[in-house]
């Protein structure tokens, strides 16, 4: 993978490609990432997530909480990333699934940092692989709700 990393690295990487991550979540697996520890990684994956959401709805200076609501909670009004048509029952819920997931990934990795960065918790090395495979699978809902224009062309996945 990267020339001088170590082998944890090697194989978080490995395992990543292996499950044919999201091209978003493989860009910021750099030996850089995992510099300090893996809830400082988690936090920086959590916060890219974030990024692309206030890129994709244009909306850069709204708080985590309230961006999400916008982007992802079906309403009166739809949601500006909307998984799909929403026309029925099962098509809201799945957006409040996808809703729910991503708030809740934004609240157990960037929250705690905020209240007390001197106090991170413990992430495991198969937590933060587990979770760059959850993050993955929401880019690809990104993706989707995006018309699939969600990546420049030469970096989506056929």
Known sequence: ???????????????????????????????????????????????????????????????????????????????????????TPSDRAAQRGLHYLVKGLIDLYQRPSRFDPRDPRLVTDLELNELLATLSMVHRQLDRACGGSGLPEDRRLS
């Open 1 to 87: 993978m990267h020339k001088g990393s170590s082998s944890r690295i090697d194989q978080l990487y490995d395992d990543l490609l292996g499950r044919h991550t999201h091209p978003e979540v493989l860009a910021l697996c750099t030996p850089g990432l995992f510099e300090r520890d893996n809830f400082e990684a988690a936090a920086r994956c959590t916060e890219n997530l974030l990024d692309r959401v206030r890129e994709l709805t244009d909306q850069e200076t709204l708080a985590p909480a309230a961006l999400l609501d916008l982007a992802f909670k079906p309403g009166r009004t739809p949601p500006l990333l909307a998984m799909n048509t929403l026309d």
